[in-house]
C-alpha cells in the first residue's frame, strides 16, 4: 500500500524509555477537495493506527481528516523485554499497512 | 556602429550590477536557516523527513526495469550510491546530442526514452520526482559545483538575465525579493536567497514533494506572471544561473520547506 519508515532503537535497557518513530506515505485525502471536474475526491485516509509490542497493544490512535499527508507520529514506551513491535495503518478502503521492528532489551 | 552601440550596454550591465550587489559568500544562507527549528529539526531527521518516502520509491524505480529495453537504471549505472554521487550537485550539464544543456529531470527522460525506450516520465510525476529525488540523495552534503564548461556560459548569462527581468502585473524580478530584500518578511513569511541547492523538495504546503521548477512556477504566478511551461528552456537557463549562485553550498536534498 506505501512506504514506510520507522526508528525504533535496536538496544535498550530493561525499564529505558524509548522514543518511536514513524512515518507513513499517505495521501490522507480529506474528502472536502474537488478534483478538476468539480467533483469531490473521495475521502481517504488512515483511520486508525496500533503499535503491539510482543503481542499487547502499547499505543494506538484514531486519525481524522485534519491531519496532514504522509502522517508522522511519534511516542514513547517502556522496554520490558526483547522482542517484536508491530504497526499497522488501516484506511478507509480498509487496507492495512503492517511492518514490525525488533528491539533487544539487556 | 556596432562599437557605439557596445560602450552603453557595458555601462548599462555596469550600473545594473552596482546598483544589485550579489550576496557576499560568507552572508549566504540555504533556505533551510529561515525555517524555524521544528521544519529544520523535520529535515534532518531521516525518520521524519517527507521526502526519504519519496526516495525510497526512488529506490525502487532504480532497480525495475522499464520499456523495450527491459532494462532498469541499475543495470546500466549500477548502485546509485557509487554511480550517481556528485551528479545532482553538478546538474544542469550540457548534453552533447541533444547539444543543449539539461537538468537531472531531462536526463532522467532521455535515459528513459534513449536507453530503455519507455515513455518519458510526466513532469511532477510521482515516478520522476521519486528518481531525482534518489539521485539527488546521493549528493547530499556534497557542495554545489556546477561545472566550468564553457558550452554552459551563454546559457548561464541568460538565466542571469532572466532573474534580473522584471515580469508579472507586479512588476518584480527574482533579484528584488531574493537579493535586495533576503531576511525580510512577505506577509508572514520570511524571505529566503532562493538557493537551489535543497531540491526535490518536500514542501509542507503542497504536502507533497516537488521540483525546482513546480517552486519557480509558484513564484511566477505569486508576482501575477504567466509561468513558463515545465521543462522550458527558461528553465533549465535560470537553474544553470541558480547552480551558479549557489557554488560551494551544501546539498540537502531532499530538504523540507514550510
Known sequence: MARALINVPAKAKKGEIVEIKTLLSHPMETGFRPAADGKLVPRNIIKRFVCTYDGEAVFSADLFPAISANPFLSFTLVATNSGVITFSWTDDNDETQVQTAKIEVV | ?258
Open chain 2, 1 to 258: 556602429m556596432r562599437a557605439q552601440w557596445i560602450l552603453p550596454a557595458c555601462v548599462m550591465l555596469l550600473a545594473a550590477n552596482s546598483a544589485r550587489a550579489e550576496i557576499p559568500l560568507h552572508e549566504r544562507k540555504s533556505g533551510a536557516e529561515f525555517m524555524s527549528p521544528q521544519t529544520q529539526a523535520m529535515q534532518a531527521d531521516d525518520v521524519s523527513n517527507p521526502g526519504m518516502l519519496a526516495a525510497l520509491d526512488g529506490e525502487a524505480f532504480w532497480k525495475q526495469k522499464a520499456g523495450a529495453a527491459n532494462k532498469a537504471c541499475a543495470d546500466c549505472h549500477g548502485p546509485a550510491e557509487e554511480s550517481m554521487k556528485g551528479v545532482s550537485a553538478r546538474y544542469p550539464a550540457f548534453n552533447a546530442s541533444a547539444s543543449k544543456p539539461i537538468d537531472v529531470q531531462g536526463q532522467v527522460n532521455q535515459c528513459r526514452s534513449e536507453r530503455q525506450q519507455a515513455a518519458p516520465f510526466r513532469f511532477e510525476s510521482r515516478e520522476l520526482l521519486a528518481l531525482t529525488t534518489y539521485i539527488g540523495l546521493q549528493s547530499r552534503g556534497m557542495p554545489v559545483s556546477p561545472p566550468d564548461d564553457e558550452r554552459l556560459t551563454l546559457f548561464r548569462e541568460r538565466g542571469k538575465a532572466l532573474f534580473n527581468q522584471r515580469l508579472g502585473q507586479l512588476n518584480f524580478s527574482c533579484a528584488h525579493c531574493h537579493e535586495d530584500n533576503w531576511g525580510r518578511k512577505l506577509g508572514s513569511a520570511p524571505i529566503p536567497q532562493a538557493h537551489a541547492n535543497s531540491y526535490p523538495i518536500y514542501r509542507l504546503e503542497w504536502q507533497d514533494v516537488g521540483s525546482l521548477q513546480r517552486r519557480l512556477r509558484n513564484c511566477m504566478t505569486g508576482v501575477r506572471a504567466e509561468a513558463y511551461s515545465y521543462g522550458s528552456p527558461e528553465f533549465i537557463e535560470l537553474e544553470l544561473f541558480l547552480a551558479a549562485r549557489a557554488r560551494g553550498m551544501s546539498v540537502e536534498t531532499p530538504g523540507v520547506r514550510p
